[in-house]
Structures are given as C-alpha cells and as structure tokens.
C-alpha cells in the first residue's frame, strides 16, 4: 500500500523564510511588522510568503484595525507529520523487503 505525503505542502514548507514564519506562528500570533522585525525579511517579500502560506491553509488571518494578524494552523502541520509518520512506519516495516533485479 502506497501512503500519501501532501507534496504540494512539503514545497510551501521547504523555503527557509516560510519554514521560519512556521516557527514563529507556531509559538504566538503574529502581524506582518512583528514578523518583519523578528526575521529581517522586506515587507513585501514577507507579505507573498504569507500569501502562499495562507492559500496553502497552514496560516490564518484575523484583521484587527489596520494590521493583519497571521495564525499557525496546527491541524494542518499534525496532518502532514502522520502521513509522513506513516511514511516511515511503512519504511520501517518493510526494511527486510526487496524486489528482485530482472
């Protein structure tokens, strides 16, 4: 049986500013300008991460006045971590399996 990894995901996940803000989200709700001071990024550049972030699903948006707060998504971050858990299940118990060279 075949298991399934969101890939789609894994490639919003593997650019090291998008990883950072992850991380950052993960332990508060931040708006652009805190998360523009705590990694060093250009606003505009941190802005089409977030937007990639967000039209993935793994960040949300509160407006509050004329800021925009962004919020980690942890379901969607727990759901990538059992398929790739399951990933390495599979691996793990078919390690002793090999197929045969034509």
């Not at 998504?73 to 045969?100: S, W």
Request: proline residues 4%.
């Amino acid at each position: 049986m075949m298991t399934s990894v969101d890939a789609d995901l894994i490639r919003v996940l593997s650019d090291p500013l998008r990883l950072r803000i992850v991380a950052l989200l993960a332990r508060e709700t931040l708006c652009t300008s805190h998360l523009v001071a705590e990694t060093g990024a250009r606003q505009t550049n941190l802005s089409n991460h977030l937007r990639v972030l967000r039209e993935a699903g793994v960040v949300e948006t509160e407006p509050c006045g004329r800021f925009t707060y962004y919020r980690l998504r942890p379901d969607v971050i727990e759901a990538l971590a059992e398929q790739l858990a399951a990933l390495a299940a599979t691996a793990r118990a078919t390690a002793g399996a090999k197929r045969a060279c034509p």
